[in-house]
Nanobody
Framework: QLQLVESGGGLVQPGGSLRLSCAAS????????IGWFRQAPGKEREGVSC????????KYADAVKGRFTISRDNAKNTVYLQMNSLKPEDTAVYYC????????????WGQGTQVTVSS
């Protein structure tokens, strides 16, 4: 059973950067596309970015395009989300999952990692 654990969040000032990690265990990550999602207080979970199994194809939500970069290291069983030029509206709990489409029923969400952008 694939298990994903998110890490790397924290408190950062506007304009700052963070790199999130999504580490897999229980199965090889390269069998799955991986999506990053986020949920801000009082809001629905939304898709942020997605990467294909090989890493050759990536997608981004319009709100993060040009600022965030998703990548994967299948040898390390880890997917990363490099977040630059962070804005207060990026504040949310960030989750990763073995799919890219938002709204897919999924019972194995991890605890996520909190990203707070504030001065």
């Amino acid at each position: 059973q694939l298990q994903l654990v998110e890490s790397g969040g924290g408190l950062v000032q506007p304009g700052g950067s963070l790199r999130l990690s999504c580490a897999a265990s229980g199965s090889t990550l390269d069998d799955y596309p991986i999506g990053w999602f986020r949920q801000a207080p009082g809001k629905e979970r939304e898709g942020v970015s997605c990467i294909s199994t090989s890493g050759g194809s990536t997608k981004y939500a319009d709100a993060v395009k040009g600022r965030f970069t998703i990548s994967r290291d299948n040898a390390k069983n880890t997917v990363y989300l490099q977040m630059n030029s962070l804005k207060p509206e990026d504040t949310a709990v960030y989750y990763c999952a073995p799919f890219c489409k938002n709204g897919v029923p999924y019972d194995y969400w991890g605890q996520g990692t909190q990203v707070t952008v504030s001065s």
